[in-house]
């Protein structure tokens, strides 16, 4: 049975992969009038081009929460690539919660997605977890701190949906009733390239 695993997001991105300038260069606009909405298109681009991908572009720390330790010697950890991992810790059944020690387990960055293996002859801990979810893995994820860090496809995707989001301001249009799609076919191409099932 595959352990579901869930990501958040702990701290965003410092940068975005698409600066306001390249967008406005894309989108060929000149003045500042719309700088925030394009802005805002930018972040929602790559929010959405980050879930649709599953993965992390520009350096941010996440949370990988579970309810039960696997029974694999390992922890997939969501939202690739992954640079590291800054700690492991679990809330036993009476409330208190623990830090796992980092001798414990080894970080496998290489693995696409990333993952928490068991160091050798180690286990995962015996403590009786309480219920619900018990376990956080806090870790840091994306390409680099740089938008150069970012491969280019997906900074590709990031403009073209800017693109869309630019010429379609509203959900729907008065020539096209509920017929614009959410995502263009052209920026999930690019995003489905690498997807995994993780």
């Known amino acids: 049975m595959r352990q579901e695993v869930t990501s958040l997001l702990i701290t965003p991105p410092a940068v975005e992969p698409v600066s306001l300038d390249e967008a406005k260069l894309h989108l060929r606009v000149d003045g500042q009038e719309e700088d925030d909405l394009i802005t805002g298109d930018l972040i929602a681009a790559r929010e959405v081009c980050e879930d649709e991908s599953r993965r992390a572009f520009i350096t941010q720390t996440r949370e990988a929460v579970l309810e039960c330790w696997p029974a694999a010697p390992w922890i997939a950890l969501p939202r690739p690539p992954l640079q590291s991992v800054t700690s492991i810790k679990y809330t036993d059944s009476q409330g208190v919660e623990h830090t796992w020690p980092s001798s414990e387990y080894i970080v496998d960055t290489a693995s ?20 619900g979810p018990a376990i956080r893995v806090r870790y840091v ?11 280019q496809k997906f900074r590709q995707a990031i403009k073209l949906f ?7 301001r509203e959900a729907v249009t008065a020539q096209v009733r509920f017929n614009l799609a959410p995502i263009p076919l052209g920026v999930r191409s690019l995003l489905m390239v690498d997807r995994g099932t993780w």
């Open 112 to 131: 696409t997605p990333g993952r928490v293996r068991l160091a050798y002859g180690k286990w995962w801990p015996w403590a009786t977890l309480q219920p």
């Open 141 to 151: 994820a994306g390409y680099g701190d740089d938008a150069e860090d970012v491969p």
């Open 162 to 168: 800017i693109g869309h989001y630019y010429e379609n």
